[in-house]
């Protein structure tokens, strides 16, 4: 270990009643080893220091308890503020990785579903706002589906055509359809929503990931690493996984659809939370970035460079529409069976 970042070290754990007896190295987290266990001592910027703190304590306050606890200095400090760094303790726990991957998943999303119910709170809207960032939005994506429209009849127009936008003629269709699919419920929800005051908002994590969430030697699932933590909407959580989950070659994931509904089973989505989630989730920005970036010649990629990149983001593409149908299938049947329960009894 640096003989200054270790002095650093030294000097914050002054801040904590510990004998220290050895430390390990690991870039950001130190591996303290002392005669009261062991602890990970770690720095993060002071800028997300302050929301970091105050989300955790409103967990503990609430009765989530399936974080990792983060000690208190001895003057009662939770960070400990050095050489324009912020430290904070905690115990070191280990990732016990052992058992199904799909099973860890489920068990991390109830947990999540779990901090998320303990941490609701409805916050008010200026309606005003919300309906300005609902024009924004569909004149952006409408100047989006004017482009490909635009582009589409411009390729095709030409004798020869490059590898990109032959490749781009091919996927035009599906690309537009996931666009216009999005903009339908960007459309839905605001009309659901246009009228109300209030939004649903939990704490939410901000970097949900199994790397992020450990297990103890009883089985229990913590918590770890909420600086990236806000108080949002609950798909601020969900989609950001969901999404890289599909960015991988051609597949099938059923086990997003899983994921998401065993959530769903213990923290129920309201419609408007669900539609503006469908928006979101089905918009094909990823493959309308790499179509522009194409066209305004950002970047210095070659031809093959721009074709395997737009090979790459209709894979994303179609991985996405896969869940997003998946999704529009279990919500529709829902909704017939709500409706069905409703309709007089013959």
């Not at 993060?44 to 955790?56: A, M, T, Y």
């Not at 309906?131 to 095709?156: G, K, M, N, P």
């Not at 960007?186 to 990931?209: D, I, Y």
């Not at 074709?307 to 829902?334: D, G, T």
Request: net charge neutral.
């Amino acid at each position: 270990m640096p003989e200054n970042s270790h002095a650093e070290t030294i000097a914050v754990l002054q801040q904590y009643a510990l004998h220290i007896q050895y430390i390990e190295d690991f870039g950001r987290v130190k591996k303290i080893y002392s005669d009261r266990g062991v602890f990970a001592l770690k720095s993060i910027s002071p800028h997300v220091g302050i929301d970091f703190i105050r989300n955790v304590q409103t967990l503990y306050q609430r009765g989530y308890n399936r974080i990792v606890p983060i000690y208190q200095s001895k003057d009662g400090r939770y960070a400990v503020l050095h050489h324009n760094k912020l430290y904070y303790l905690m115990p070191w726990l280990e990732s016990l990785e052992s058992g199904e991957r799909d099973v860890r998943h489920k068990q991390m999303f109830r947990e999540l579903a779990r901090m998320h119910s303990l941490s609701i709170k409805e916050i008010e809207v200026d309606k005003e706002d919300r309906e300005a960032h609902y024009e924004r939005t569909l004149q952006a994506w409408e100047a989006q589906q004017e482009f490909l429209d635009e582009w589409i009849v411009s390729c095709e127009k030409k004798w020869y055509m490059s590898p990109t936008e032959m490749m781009f003629c091919v996927y035009y269709n599906d690309i537009s359809q996931a666009l216009k699919y999005s903009i339908r419920k960007f459309k839905e929800w605001f009309e659901q929503t246009k009228e109300e005051e209030k939004v649903r908002t939990v704490v939410t994590h901000g970097k949900v990931s199994l790397k992020h969430f450990v297990s103890d030697n009883r089985g229990y699932g913590y918590f770890i690493n909420f600086e990236n933590s806000r108080v949002a909407p609950p798909h601020f959580d969900i989609l950001p996984f969901l999404v890289r989950s599909m960015k991988t070659f051609p597949i099938q994931c059923n086990d997003c659809v899983d994921w998401l509904y065993n959530y769903i089973r213990y923290f129920p989505l309201k419609e408007d939370e669900m539609l503006l989630m469908q928006s979101y989730l089905a918009y094909p920005g990823s493959a309308l970035d790499a179509v522009k970036n194409y066209v305004e010649r950002k970047g210095n990629k070659t031809e093959l460079d721009s074709v395997k990149e737009l090979q790459r983001q209709y894979w994303f593409l179609k991985n996405v529409e896969y869940v997003v149908m998946k999704i529009e299938e279990i919500e529709n049947q829902k909704k017939a069976a709500a409706k069905e329960e409703q309709s007089p009894q013959s």
